[in-house]
């Protein structure tokens, strides 16, 4: 019989989900994705003078990504059998997108149950069903842990940086901007739920622990009804360290301890109303306690894109260049090209002036080991490597955020602030 009941939850959750594809709510959200993706695309024409994927292969990737994200969301709810209000989930979708507008790495419904769930526990207006909605939040963290994991790192955007170690010292550094954004369509058990989206009753076998995560003041005869609804997940982050591939494994292994954390606190606050306020101040607090750690350690930590003297650091291979047929590698330090020693671009582009048939490079990998590298090209000739450097003169493209917790409070204080005085 529970056999039966997988089977069922597993055939419920993609009939919900494909049906939900066909609504206005999941397309609302592509939308802002791709409005976000866009603002992307114009940055990486900026950088890279060329985009390496149209909007649309981007979108359509996010969205397939999204789509198996909430798949997982989906049938993690329906097991656990997590009941939800439905109309306190929407309040998380007003105040993301409110800080979505704000600026892109705010679209996090960490932030937003924080906030509403605060303003519920101190006012006890609007009636939020807190336990319900910090649970599927963090359900959602764990899924979002995941697509960092095996989707965070594409189309990662070089950019230089200008970095203050210490006090009064700057230094130069490459660095990757990664951002990605998922619509995650998903399914979950709501109640006394008014919606114009095609719902199902629940008629399964029913095991003697479900549902197990439910308010206690619902009524024994509760209908249960498998509600579609959508969600929006984004990631940012500054790979400067290592590699984009590196540093999205190590930030979706923290994220993935942030979501088991709230989860369990989360599941506490059903029974010891206590641990509302703590699983309320908690995913807020820490969640931007993370990201505050990121971004000290991309301010202070080692970098293997660092910029040093009379060296010429590769940040980015381009995809098929003659650079990644030899094996040229980001983090590494190009010695010498044909023999001559180069110490700044302008050296690599004299060497190219006239187009070479052969190649002979010695690099420096991000170890210290010395390589040398070989390529020909009788027919074409070579032009150029298909690369990105890092040098001691080159100009910063990108900004790195303040530190403080809590910047998207003090930036929506400043614009209010603008409106009202009508300052600039």
């Keep these: 019989m529970m056999l039966k009941f997988f089977w069922q939850i597993f055939e419920l959750t993609g009939l919900s989900i494909f049906r939900l594809l066909f609504s206005w709510n999941f397309w609302v959200v592509v939308i802002l994705i791709s409005f976000l993706y866009r603002r992307e695309q114009e940055f990486e024409q900026a950088v890279l003078g060329h985009n390496r994927v149209s909007l649309l292969y981007k ?76 649970v599927i939040v963090a359900i959602l963290h764990f899924v979002e842990s995941l697509l960092i994991f095996l989707d965070g790192f594409r189309g990662a955007i070089p950019v230089v940086i200008e970095r203050r170690k210490k006090e009064g010292i700057f230094s130069t550094s490459g660095a990757y901007l990664m951002q990605r954004f998922w619509a995650i369509p998903m399914v979950i058990i709501a109640y006394n739920y008014q919606t114009t989206v095609q719902i199902v009753k629940i008629e399964l076998f029913e095991p003697s622990w479900w549902p197990l995560f439910k308010p206690q ?62 699983a309320a101040l908690f995913a807020p607090i820490a969640h931007e306690s993370i990201i505050l750690y990121q971004q000290k350690k991309q301010k202070e930590g080692d970098s293997i894109f660092e910029a040093e003297e009379n060296k010429i650091k590769v940040l980015y291979v381009e995809e098929n260049s003659v650079a990644a047929k030899m094996g040229i590698k980001p983090g590494d330090t190009i010695v010498s090209i044909n023999g001559i020693q180069v110490q700044k671009e302008e050296d690599i582009e004299r060497i190219f002036t006239d187009a070479q048939i052969y190649l002979w490079v010695k690099v420096m990998d991000k170890r210290g080991k010395i390589k040398e590298l070989y390529y020909q090209d009788y027919e074409n000739g070579i032009k150029n490597l298909g690369i990105v450097v890092v040098t001691k003169n080159v100009s910063a493209n990108y900004q790195l955020e303040s530190d403080g917790y809590f910047i998207f409070i003090k930036n929506i204080a400043r614009r209010v602030k603008n409106f009202l005085f009508n300052k600039s």
Excluded: H, Q
């Design 59 to 134: 979108v359509v990737e996010s969205s397939i990504a999204g789509l198996v994200g909430g798949y997982i969301v989906s049938l993690i709810t329906l097991f656990f059998g997590i009941v939800v209000d439905v109309d306190s989930f929407m309040y998380l979708w007003y105040i993301a997108l409110i800080l979505a507008l704000i600026n892109p790495r705010y679209l996090c419904f960490s932030y937003a149950a924080g906030i509403i769930s605060v303003i519920s526990l101190i006012f006890k207006r609007p009636a939020v069903d807190i336990s319900g909605i910090l």
């Design 217 to 278: 003041n619902l009524l024994p005869n509760t209908l249960f009804l498998m509600t579609p609804i959508v969600a929006a997940l984004g990631y940012g982050d500054l790979a400067v360290e290592d590699e984009p591939a590196v540093i999205s494994k190590k930030s979706a292994g923290i994220l993935s301890i942030f979501s088991i954390v709230l989860f369990i606190l989360s599941a506490l606050s059903y029974k010891v109303y206590a641990f509302k306020w703590v």
